[in-house]
């Protein structure tokens, strides 16, 4: 089934939070996308014992940035158990003090909405704050590797 999914191109993102202790931190997601424009809310989910699911409550606020091709090494670095995730990566505040990434494509400024069970998965749906875009190619996720999108 993983490879039937894997099928699909996704884009990549890396959701960043704070801890429980005030340091940055993070995971790499492929499942982020619109949900609503009015309210404007997006949702990702992530696997019932990635160790960050903890740290998502109600309110708690996340910047979900939307990589570009050129940062398949943070994707990489953010899926990975490190303890210092935002080793020799550049962040800067948002308006709910989270941390955000520089140099994506596209920053989403969220506080936890709701939080659903899906199966062996936690669904986060945020409500979008603030956002921010900018020119660039995204960074997509096909048949398990990383890969950037080429015009047709």
Avoid at 123 to 146: A, K, T
Wanted: charged residues 20%; glycine residues 8%.
């Amino acid at each position: 089934m993983r490879d039937a999914f894997g099928c699909l191109p996704t884009g990549v993102s890396v959701v960043s939070l704070y801890d429980e202790n005030g340091r940055a931190t993070g995971v790499t997601v492929g499942s982020f996308t619109s949900l609503s424009m009015s309210p404007a809310l997006c949702l990702f989910s992530l696997g019932e014992k990635q160790a960050s699911v903890r740290l998502f409550k109600e309110g708690v606020a996340f910047v979900v940035n939307v990589l570009s091709h050129e940062q398949a090494d943070v994707a990489w670095q953010f899926s990975k158990p490190l303890d210092d995730k935002f080793e020799g990566i550049p962040l800067s505040e948002t308006l709910l003090e989270a941390p955000r990434l520089s140099h994506c494509i596209a920053n989403f400024v969220c506080r936890t909405n709701t939080i659903h069970i899906g199966g062996d998965h936690v669904i986060v749906v945020g409500e979008i704050i603030d956002f921010d875009c900018s020119e660039g190619d995204p960074l997509i996720f096909y048949r398990g590797q990383m890969h950037k999108t080429s015009p047709l």
